[in-house]
C-alpha cells in the first residue's frame, strides 16, 4: 500500500516557475517508480514525466520537455516536479502516481497508486 500527497500548486504567471512535491507513505517506496500526470477541464488525462525507482533514468511529454524536470529523494520519501517558463496551456491538475515497478511508464493504466491532486493556474 502506499498513499501519495502532492502539494505546491497555484497561482502564477506565464513564464514563472512552480515545484510540485508527491510526499509518499507505505512500505517499500524507494523500487516503485513514479510520474506525473496532468488533467485539463473535459480533457483525457496527460502524462508529463516518469522517473524510475532509481532516479537515473527519466522522460517526459514533448510538451513540457525543457521546462519540467521530474526528480525523487528517496531518503525524504518524496517526488519533485521543477516546472519552469509556465505557459497558459500548462493549466490543469497535476497528479502524482506510483507503480511496483522498477521503471516508469507513460501510461496512467499501467500505475495503481495515485494522489488526490493539486491545481496549477497559469495566467496570461
Known amino acids: 500500500q502506499v498513499q501519495l500527497v502532492e502539494s505546491g500548486g497555484g497561482l502564477v504567471q506565464a513564464g514563472g516557475s512552480l515545484r510540485l512535491s508527491c510526499l509518499a507513505s507505505?512500505?517499500?517506496?524507494?523500487?516503485?517508480?513514479m510520474g506525473w500526470f496532468r488533467q485539463a477541464p473535459g480533457k483525457e488525462r496527460e502524462f508529463v514525466a516518469a522517473?524510475?525507482?532509481?532516479?537515473?533514468?527519466?522522460y517526459y511529454a514533448d510538451s513540457v520537455k525543457g521546462r519540467f524536470t521530474i526528480s525523487r529523494d528517496n531518503a525524504k520519501k518524496t517526488m519533485y516536479l521543477q516546472m519552469n517558463s509556465l505557459k497558459s496551456e500548462d493549466t490543469a491538475v497535476y497528479y502524482c502516481?506510483?507503480?511496483?515497478?522498477?521503471?516508469?511508464?507513460?501510461?496512467?493504466?499501467?500505475?495503481?497508486?495515485w494522489g488526490q491532486g493539486t491545481q496549477v493556474t497559469v495566467s496570461s
Open positions: 502516481a506510483a507503480r511496483p515497478e522498477a521503471r516508469g511508464s507513460r501510461s496512467s493504466y499501467e500505475y495503481d497508486y
Open positions: 507505505g512500505r517499500t517506496f524507494s523500487i516503485y517508480a
Open positions: 522517473i524510475n525507482w532509481s532516479g537515473t533514468s527519466t
